[in-house]
């Protein structure tokens, strides 16, 4: 598996890695979004939390359920789940099930894609760098949907990942990490 990293000369804001867990790449896209946060934990703990999606049950506002799913030859080392959420919709919850791939490709990045009907795909890429008092995490997410559904869909993708990160931070500090 390849690394991301920007060419020489490029700022962080404008990289978005190219994603490589086997057959999945998007180069040269930049990110529909970005979220970094300071992390009070040692790299090593976090990359092992951002790896378990069970783990985010508490933490995603959306997600009902989580459950495990056997490896693809395309995706040999990549963790994958099938997800239930409930995303709200005016004064209704919409169920929605779709496919999560978690692969760790370095100590200090993971890659993550999420496969949804109708033809929606995330693709995102979680950089850990190891600071003076923890980590700093930084989340590029890129969407593909259908252009109905593309700003409904980055959104709430977006709002959704800001709160599980921030729960995140906030479980991980504390000390009250689940185990399972």
């Given at each position: 598996?390849?690394?991301?990293?920007?060419?020489?000369?490029?700022?962080?804001?404008?990289?978005?890695?190219?994603?490589?867990?086997?057959?999945?790449?998007?180069?040269?896209?930049?990110?529909?979004?970005?979220?970094?946060?300071?992390?009070?934990?040692?790299?090593?703990?976090?990359?092992?939390?951002?790896?378990?999606?069970?783990?985010?049950?508490?933490?995603?506002?959306?997600?009902?359920?989580?459950?495990?799913?056997?490896?693809?030859?395309?995706?040999?080392?990549?963790?994958?789940?099938?997800?239930?959420?409930?995303?709200?919709?005016?004064?209704?919850?919409?169920?929605?099930?779709?496919?999560?791939?978690?692969?760790?490709?370095?100590?200090?990045?993971?890659?993550?894609?999420?496969?949804?009907?109708?033809?929606?795909?995330?693709?995102?890429?979680?950089?850990?760098?190891?600071?003076?008092?923890?980590?700093?995490?930084?989340?590029?997410?890129?969407?593909?949907?259908?252009?109905?559904?593309?700003?409904?869909?980055?959104?709430?993708?977006?709002?959704?990942?800001?709160?599980?990160?921030?729960?995140?931070?906030?479980?991980?500090?504390?000390?009250r990490v689940p185990?399972?």
């Open positions: 598996m390849q690394r991301a990293t920007p060419p020489v000369g490029t700022p962080m804001s404008r990289f978005v890695p190219t994603l490589v867990c086997a057959a999945a790449s998007v180069p040269g896209l930049l990110p529909d979004f970005e979220i970094e946060r300071e992390i009070f934990v040692p790299r090593g703990e976090l990359q092992a939390f951002l790896c378990d999606l069970h783990r985010y049950v508490p933490l995603h506002p959306f997600i009902e359920s989580i459950q495990d799913l056997r490896p693809t030859e395309a995706l040999p080392n990549a963790r994958r789940y099938r997800v239930v959420d409930r995303i709200p919709i005016g004064p209704f919850r919409l169920k929605t099930v779709y496919t999560v791939a978690l692969c760790p490709v370095a100590p200090d990045e993971v890659h993550a894609q999420a496969w949804q009907s109708p033809g929606i795909r995330l693709r995102t890429v979680y950089a850990l760098e190891k600071t003076e008092r923890g980590t700093r995490l930084v989340e590029r997410c890129c969407v593909a949907a259908h252009p109905l559904l593309r700003g409904f869909v980055v959104a709430r993708a977006r709002r959704a990942h800001t709160k599980t990160l921030d729960e995140m931070k906030e479980l991980l500090e504390d000390g185990r399972f």
